[in-house]
């Protein structure tokens, strides 16, 4: 929405500069992917320049965020994963992450926030992995919903979006941002399908004719949500707490910390001339900090406690799994991966289309494409030797090329 001029010029300075990333940061290092939905600071923030694919937007979004700048995730359901050099501890009775976001009062735009911790030690972040957020709106939302775009012929459109509730609607384009609102590194996709947590609407128009609108806040638990600083510290109401956790089935979870956050934009509201609710996204910050501010130091005494953790592990070694069977349709939760070494070739046969991407040892994405059902390969033959996570719709493989 409408609200990001407020703070455009310090964001796009902070962008430029080169992120402080080093060994043991509280700030995420990492941003393994950047998928937005539609919206009107998409390929602006961060700028997409022809020919950039999703691994180079994904270096983007990292290199914004994690030096103060910011990425908008568009639409409902937009996302960003980003991960840590080391585990975000779950500490007793205090909130262990911190999220920057673009909230000012009156302006809420709340991002549903998932935590994962590395259960087979993959380097990566599993579908089986995630465990949400119960923020304050849990029980007021929309659960297994599921948005889908269209893309438009015509980049000036509008772009139509339904949902499995029978309800449709548009992102509409406006006279501020005259750029393309599909993710142009997507083109080739003819739709955008986007499921998690639908949070109830926030934005309402207290003029009665369309000219302003209050989006108001929610309580606790959701990125974006309110503003960075209380009394010249970080708001704590910015802040998540671990144990805020739940799994599929809604049951309360002790996890031991989390390597990987997910968040997505949670509301799917169009609110008049401000155009739809966009979650921005800043830094993501382990919150036990001995120091806080423009540059926070980790606090290194606060540990995982081994008994929460082999706790964790013991009830969840098979990752976050419902003990409702789901009803879906045919889809790639079967596909296995193989690596044909002689030709340095991932082979899968897929019963549906998805999404393929290749990562390097340390969370870099290297490829990412669409493919179609059927037969399909990954050609890994111009790489280097190493250590590589192809990930093809939530499985993943470790390669090691020598």
């Known amino acids: 929405m409408e609200k ?30 950047y998928t937005p939905a539609p919206g009107q600071f998409i390929n602006t923030l961060p700028e997409w320049i022809e020919g950039e694919d999703a691994a180079d937007m994904a270096a983007k979004a990292l ?15 937009g996302y960003v994963v980003v991960g840590f050099d080391h585990t975000v501890v779950n500490a007793e009775d205090v909130r262990d992450i911190y999220v920057e976001g673009n909230a000012f009062a009156g302006s809420s735009e709340p991002g549903v926030v998932l935590v994962a911790y590395d259960i087979n030690g993959n380097d990566m972040p599993d579908d089986n992995e995630w465990f949400e957020i119960r923020g304050s709106e849990y029980d007021y939302s929309k659960h ?31 006279q501020f941002h005259a750029q393309p609102y599909w993710p142009q590194w997507l083109a080739d996709r003819e739709t955008l399908v986007f499921s998690g947590t639908r949070l109830p609407d926030n934005g309402e128009d207290q003029s009665g004719n369309g000219t302003y609108y209050v989006l108001s806040e929610f ?68 919150a036990h900090v001995t120091q806080e501010g423009s540059n926070p130091v980790l606090d290194e005494s606060v540990t995982v406690d081994q008994a929460v953790l082999d706790a964790f592990l013991a009830e969840y070694a098979d990752g976050n799994i419902s003990s409702v069977e789901a009803v879906t349709a045919v889809g790639n939760d079967n596909l296995r991966l193989y690596f044909d070494a002689a030709t340095g070739c991932i082979n899968f046969n897929a019963p549906v289309a998805g999404v393929a991407m290749v990562f390097n040892q340390n969370g870099v994405m290297l490829y990412s494409g669409s493919f179609l059902p059927g037969e399909n390969h990954i050609d890994l033959g111009g790489y280097p030797a190493g250590l590589y996570l192809v990930r093809v719709d939530g499985r993943t493989m470790k390669i090691l090329k020598k």
């Not at 290199?63 to 409902?76: C, P």
């Not at 509008?158 to 384009?173: A, F, M, P």
Request: net charge negative.
């Open 144 to 174: 297994n919903y599921v948005c889908t775009y269209y893309r438009p012929a015509d980049d000036n459109a509008d772009i139509r979006w339904t949902d499995n509730y029978g309800n449709e609607g548009y992102v509409y384009k406006n």
């Open 219 to 286: 309580d606790y638990g959701y990125a974006d949500n309110v503003p960075n600083n209380a009394s010249g510290a970080w708001n704590e109401d910015a802040k998540i707490d671990i144990d805020w956790a739940v799994d599929l089935n809604g049951n309360a979870v002790k996890m031991p910390g989390v390597d990987f956050v997910k968040i997505y934009t949670g509301v799917n509201q169009t609110n008049g001339w401000l155009g739809e609710n966009s979650t921005e996204v800043c830094r993501v910050i382990d």
């Open 63 to 77: 290199e914004a965020t994690a030096s103060g700048g910011m990425i908008s995730l568009g639409g409902y359901g």
């Open 4 to 33: 990001i001029y407020l703070s455009v010029v310090f964001a796009a300075a902070m962008a430029a500069a080169t992120p402080a990333i080093n060994a043991e940061s509280p700030v995420h290092n990492k941003v393994f992917e």
